[in-house]
């Protein structure tokens, strides 16, 4: 009866475990594509991301370098005053997207273009996506509009 009992106990604590194993396993490879790692353009430039890795880019729009296309296809650089990416889109731009304004894209790049797939902007006069301005601090070219 003993011996029972404790063979019954191995075989709930190794089912436990391949269960655990494997929704870890499927947990991970669910989230492979979810997440979206942020770079600044300088990060981009020094370290290419692999091909067709998805990330996001953030940063200043270049003046001068919005060109809009046909329809909804839209050229501009992004910029940490430090590097500079070329972004490519096609879509509806935030309202309140334009030069020397703060942006967040998310895409790949391609052939050294960012093809973004969304673009994120700023949505009043002193907002600033995180991410841009911790690249942006760690430049050392952000200057707070309350400083």
Not at 6 to 26: D, E, F, G, N
Not at 56 to 81: K, M, W, Y
Request: charged share 20%; proline share 5%; hydrophobic share 40%.
């Amino acid at each position: 009866m003993k011996n029972l009992k404790k063979q019954r106990r191995i075989q709930i604590i190794a089912v436990a475990a391949v269960a655990l194993t494997v929704s870890t396993a499927l947990i991970g490879f669910a989230m492979k594509d979810g997440i979206n790692l942020f770079r600044s353009p300088t990060q981009v430039v020094e370290e290419p991301p692999r091909p067709n890795e998805v990330f996001r880019i953030g940063g200043l729009v270049l003046e001068g370098s919005l060109i809009r296309g046909e329809g909804t296809a839209v050229t501009f650089e992004v910029t940490d005053t430090n590097a500079t990416v070329p972004v490519s889109y096609t879509g509806v731009l935030p309202d309140l997207f334009g030069e020397n304004q703060g942006m967040v894209g998310t895409g790949t790049l391609q052939d050294g273009v960012f093809v973004a797939s969304e673009i994120l902007a700023k949505h009043d006069e002193t907002y600033m996506p995180k991410e841009v301005v911790d690249a942006l601090k760690e430049q050392g070219v952000y200057q707070s509009s309350a400083e």
